[in-house]
């Protein structure tokens, strides 16, 4: 097996029904979707937030505590943390080696002795503050997001000297922490550092980090943190977590507690804690999840709502929630095996993280809304019409720069029968002995052909992913039809196999009319467009001159289109017919029924949902009304 691996990597004795592949047994091609975005990251995404890093102050509040910057604390108390994604995002993408050299020698500079580092409770205004706010201070939250930067540096370059010097510092703040905590009850407002502590163990075999992990799991929902204005339940510490029943809170801390919490049961044995984290999982996937994959409908606290409050205009849908509910989908996916995982992977990173960042790599969306009203004030950075740079809470930047870095990670897994391809884009996948080359246009195109490049002339598995989403499967082996036999949601292929065979595995992409829950008052009498794992919306730069978005409705009796396109950036349109409807003139409120004003017919473009905003500013939706039935 190689040394370099990807950033989950259970033990050989952990409950794990799949294993995650070496880092360098799967290489994305740029010509796919999924490799284009990688490539993106490392030429625009990157750059530019180590850039912001030095423009916003990040590098020198760091400066500060070694005592070569005197500028005043700048951003967010927990500003640590992006430099720290930042350095995991160089790790895993293997560029940036200026910045990871500067960085690695800055953060041993400014570590105390006893392993504490954190630039702003390191401030002498602070000092005295150190570990008294735990409710508030993000500072083991900090404290994961550079040890997590360690286990990037120890997966990706064992052998570099400042990689070695990134996890030197990170197993400081670790044993602090295991020094502090280990027999205490308290945890911190922010899940984050019991997953980083875990991948910590499956690095260095210390067992302590596993065992803080896992007191910290077991630590929360025991009213040990301070109430704040958000109440108990926004900390996940209203009840234990093993006694819970639904999700609920802060829709990030939530994910991490979760994602903690699988890898505590994987490592542990502990299958009851596993089947919680599946429970909860599925609590957020049925009645709390908008159809983009995105989470949290409440701006106020960032939290989930009741269930099925899922306005489009509202949503709140933070990005890293989305990266937070990826990386969780992954995890309960190797521990599990069921390709529900794998589907919500897709359509969260297709959709719902996507949908974050800018064609030009270099602006984001901090909350992803499904509806953007005719009149909206786009002037404030908390719902901006379009994506910005930056933000002064800037956690989604980089925390998108370190996932793209390591996309190619979650693509495929191995296990003692064969290989297992879970998502869908050109490239290469190797590991033990077998393997296939991807050639696909995937999502634009339903067809995805694998070719065998090297085996082991033993028989083995190739397992390729049906999404739930597809309803006809075709299949070819050697240009000759195969049964397409799906089960658990995957074509299992066993045989011997040789260089050069090819399999063309045909998903059909039929446009869908979705419609939500009837419980999901916001969206009654609307439907939604889908094409394959990809939402559609509706924007008003394709709307004729003087029609305004919300007076559109759509014809469900008249057929839709699909249009491809070789150049511009929308590969895959739908030309959907439309009816505009006239402004009745009522007033706010009238008599019911409402006077009938379905006016003349029309056809509308439809652009992928992750595509919105690249252009002017304006209004878009993804839920689309039906014109009423004539009466």
């Known amino acids: 097996m190689s040394d370099l691996q990807g950033p989950v990597v ?34 625009a995404t990157l750059p530019h937030c180590i850039d912001q890093l030095g423009v916003h102050g990040n590098l020198t509040n760091l400066r500060r505590v070694t005592g070569d910057a005197d500028a005043e604390f700048a951003g967010m108390w927990f500003a640590d943390t992006d430099v720290h994604k930042a350095l995991e995002a160089a790790f ?26 954190d630039s702003f409770y390191q401030d002498p205004a602070h ?56 027999q205490s009850n308290e945890v911190d407002g922010h899940p984050e550092v019991e997953t980083a502590l875990a991948e910590l163990y499956r690095v260095t075999g210390h067992r302590p980090y596993l065992e803080l ?94 269930p099925y409050e899922l306005p489009p205009d509202r949503a709140y849908a933070e990005t890293c929630a989305a990266i ?54 786009g002037s404030h ?60 246009n995937y999502p634009w195109d339903e067809q995805v052909t694998v070719t065998v490049s090297e085996t082991s002339g033993s028989p083995w598995a190739l397992s390729l992913r049906v999404p739930a989403w597809c309803n006809d499967v075709r299949l070819s082996i050697n240009g000759a039809s195969a049964r397409a036999h799906v089960e658990a949601g995957y074509l299992r292929l066993h045989r011997v196999w040789h260089p050069g065979d090819r399999i063309v595995l045909t998903l059909a992409m039929p446009t869908r009319l979705v419609s939500a829950h009837p419980r999901v008052d916001a969206t009654r009498g609307a439907v939604a467009l889908v094409r394959g794992p990809l939402v559609y919306c509706l924007e008003q730069a394709d709307v004729p001159a003087g029609v305004v978005l919300e007076d559109l409705s759509l014809d469900p009796h008249s057929p839709l289109a699909v249009a491809f396109h070789r150049a511009g950036p929308f590969p895959v349109t739908l030309q959907v017919p439309v009816r505009t409807s006239a402004v009745p003139d009522t007033g706010l409120y009238g008599a019911w029924p409402p006077p009938a004003t379905t006016g003349p017919s029309a056809v509308v473009t439809a652009i992928p949902y992750f595509l919105w905003a690249n252009r002017a500013a304006g209004p878009m939706r993804v839920w689309i009304p039906l014109s009423p039935s004539p009466r």
């Open 381 to 440: 950075e908390d719902a901006p019409s379009q994506r910005l740079s930056w933000y002064s809470c800037a956690c989604c930047p980089p925390n998108l720069a370190r996932l793209m870095a390591s996309l190619h990670a979650y693509l495929a897994t191995g296990d003692a029968d064969g290989l297992q391809l879970h998502l869908y884009s050109a490239g290469v996948v190797a590991s033990g002995g077998h393997a296939v080359q991807m050639e696909t």
């Open 213 to 306: 992990a896992a007191r910290f799991v077991g630590n929360r929902g025991h009213g040990t943190l301070d109430d704040s204005r958000f109440g108990p339940r926004y900390f996940q510490d209203h009840e234990p977590l093993r006694e819970s029943t639904e999700v609920t809170g802060h829709v990030v801390r939530m994910q991490y507690l979760l994602a903690g919490a699988v890898d505590v049961a994987v490592e542990t044995g502990d299958r009851e804690l596993l089947d919680v984290a599946e429970r909860l999982w599925d609590s957020a996937l049925e009645s709390r999840t908008y159809i983009t994959g995105g989470q949290g409908s409440r701006h106020r606290d960032e939290a989930f709502g009741d």
């Open 127 to 182: 000092r005295d503050r150190q570990w008294t706010e735990l409710h508030y201070s993000h500072e083991m939250y900090t404290a994961g997001h550079l040890i997590q930067a360690g286990v990037a540096a120890a997966r990706s370059a064992p052998d570099d000297p400042s990689a070695q010097q990134v996890l030197s510092v990170a197993r400081r703040f670790a044993d602090l922490l295991v020094q502090r905590y280990g």
């Open 324 to 377: 937070g509910s990826f990386q969780l989908a992954w995890r309960l996916l190797l521990a599990t095996g069921k390709v529900k995982y794998a589907d919500e992977m897709e359509r969260v990173l297709h959709n719902g993280i996507a949908g974050s960042t800018a064609l030009s790599g270099k602006e984001f969306f901090y909350s992803n809304p499904l509806q953007l009203r005719t009149g909206h004030d």
């Open 92 to 117: 895993w993408s293997g560029t940036a080696s200026g910045f990871v050299d500067e960085v690695a020698a800055l953060l041993e500079k400014a570590q105390d002795p006893d392993g504490y580092l």
């Open 10 to 43: 259970p033990t050989p004795d952990a409950l794990s029904a799949l294993r995650p592949l070496p880092a360098d047994a799967v290489q994305l091609s740029a010509t796919g979707l999924l490799g284009g975005w990688q490539a993106r990251n490392a030429e």
